[in-house]
């Protein structure tokens, strides 16, 4: 699992200054009994409440969200498989577009029986969503005789860490309408937007434009968020599903008493989220931190001889490492990934884990780790690149990939055996 740990001394820094609200206690008396006796599975009012401001106040009060139409889950998994449920039978299919998230190949077939079609999305145009791409997919379920009931995105993207534009969230509200199908917009890296264009949810879209038939759009459009990226607390898990479908919040707070939140994480996290101050210099800060941090691993992958693509959100960056691979080929990918994690000593995530129609680009997380321990991963990168170069200049580049072995010295801490390679490839390809 992705967890920042860049601002969590701001968040310790109030727990200090707290100390009755970590204890449980309103103005010195303990509300322990209460919280821990009952449980309204629709939330605590005063939670949901600060909740939908702090999404309002990330999206520039451009937005105004309504407590009763949100549902409360134990966290952003939990929540997309509900709508799973809510919104499509077994056997039928979501649009996707390529690359995204290596867990939702779980997180929304495993137990829904529900199958994802690939969007796939180029690098000719920055990996963007394009009218003709969606339509493709949408042609290519049709020839597999799957039923399409929706398409999601995320938004900023993972694993691209960019902000989708105005004019891909109105192809895709098009697209929605022309096919009568719902769109699932996970939103939950919409506070780490560190870098220009500013971030635009589709709820923003919809309320801007005009349609002869609003509420219908309106009722096929939810969104997905989560405190454990924007507030790096994926330990509490929190998330929540924002639908203006009453049917699909009904249903979806009856299926949340599965997974529920439970109350002394709401009470703390209310009393956290009122105090505006507070959130908004732990936003900004926050924001800060990942440029600068974004920056430092753009400009030591540069010196290494590797391009990223140009981002503004998230904890990761787009890699581009398609010249060092000794074939175009997806095999080429993985043995450079196995090269990466086993002599450079760093856990990267090939592009195809993430289903990339093209190989050779990865996906590399900067929030994850101190700035010294990400000048010490440059300096490794600089080197690889380099010996992987010489390498190629004597003709012995596909040789000094295919010499890798399990049971050589740099995968001794394995155990040894060929066997066990399999299973770490086999999980590298779903993150947990």
Request: glycine fraction near 6%; aromatic fraction near 10%; proline fraction near 3%.
């Amino acid at each position: 699992m992705l967890s920042r740990k860049l601002s969590f001394d701001l968040l310790e820094s109030w727990l200090r200054r707290n100390p009755d609200i970590v204890g449980l206690k309103r103005d010195g008396v303990s509300v322990f009994r209460e919280l821990a006796l009952f449980q309204d599975y629709h939330g605590l009012p005063a939670f949901k409440n600060e909740l939908v401001d702090f999404m309002s106040k990330i999206r520039g009060n451009r937005i105004k969200f309504e407590s009763e139409k949100l549902v409360l889950t134990a966290g952003a998994t939990p929540a997309n498989e509900i709508l799973m449920f809510c919104l499509a039978d077994p056997g039928d299919a979501f649009i996707l577009p390529t690359p995204y998230y290596p867990g939702f190949d779980r997180d929304l077939k495993w137990r829904t029986g529900v199958e994802i079609v690939p969007m796939h999305c180029s690098s000719s145009n920055g990996f963007r969503i394009t009218s003709s791409a969606l339509e493709q997919a949408y042609q290519q379920a049709q020839k597999l005789n799957l039923n399409v009931k929706g398409v999601l995105v995320t938004n900023p993207s993972n694993p691209l860490g960019i902000t989708m534009t105005k004019t891909e969230l109105n192809h895709l509200v098009n697209f929605a309408i022309d096919k009568g199908i719902h769109i699932i917009s996970d939103e939950i890296y919409s506070g780490t937007v560190f870098d220009s264009p500013k971030f635009v949810s589709i709820m923003e879209v919809v309320n801007d434009r005009s349609f002869d038939n609003n509420a219908t759009i309106l009722n096929r459009i939810h969104v997905v968020y989560s405190l454990s990226k924007d507030l790096g607390v994926p330990g509490f898990r929190v998330g929540m599903i924002y639908s203006n479908n009453e049917i699909v919040v009904a249903a979806a707070t009856k299926m949340s008493s599965f997974g529920l939140v439970s109350s002394q994480t709401q009470y703390l996290l209310a009393n956290l989220l009122s105090d505006k101050k507070f959130t908004l210099k732990y936003m900004e800060e926050t924001q800060r931190r990942l440029k600068r941090r974004k920056e430092m691993l753009v400009s030591g992958l540069r010196n290494a001889g590797i391009r990223c693509l140009k981002s503004n959100a998230g904890l990761f960056c787009w890699v581009d490492m398609r010249h060092l691979l000794s074939s175009v080929s997806f095999e080429a990918e993985k043995e450079v990934w196995k090269r990466i994690l086993y002599e450079v000593g760093l856990n990267i995530s090939p592009g195809s884990s993430c289903h990339c129609s093209e190989p050779g680009w990865f996906r590399m997380c900067f929030a994850n780790m101190s700035e010294d321990t990400l000048q010490v991963a440059m300096k490794r990168m600089k080197a690889f690149t380099e010996s992987t170069k010489v390498s190629a200049v004597n003709g012995r580049s596909n040789n000094c990939i295919q010499q890798q072995s399990v049971t050589g010295a740099n995968y001794s801490t394995l155990g040894g055996g060929g066997s066990i390679a399999k299973w770490i490839f086999q999980l590298s390809s779903c993150e947990l």
